[in-house]
């Protein structure tokens, strides 16, 4: 892990943001963006895998966590990387090709979710899942 005043600042709006939360297999779900912040090289991008999710799944916005001193190149990573669900995912993931930080965090994000020994129960649903991940990370690193 990047330890820098930002990179503090956005552990604990990460843990704040999903303190109550929990994954597939009961975890904190607090674990899975830790996982993802430790694999990243530079500041920025473990201040975006720490928040990648945190507008998605809590009741924070963009606005929030630029009023919390984020650059706007951190808000415009965590824009992309956040899904509407209104969107064809593979649109969604092509949009997040052409940002390097952005980019970088969604790769370490599909190749975190798709180990299915995270899972307690490995279901078709979750097969589809990560096939359909497979398919994403190969857009990405193509």
Known sequence: MIYTEATKKAMGVCFDAHREQKDKS????????????????????????????????????????????FSSEVIEALRLLTHDKDEPYMAYVMRIKANPIARAVKLADLHHNSDLSRLDVVDDKALERVGRYAQAIRLLEE
């Open 26 to 69: 009961g975890l904190p779900y607090v674990f899975h963006p830790f996982h993802l912040a430790e694999q990243m090289t530079d500041e920025v991008t473990t201040v975006v895998a720490l928040l990648h999710d945190v507008v998605e799944d809590s009741p924070l916005t963009f606005d929030d966590l630029s009023d919390k001193g």
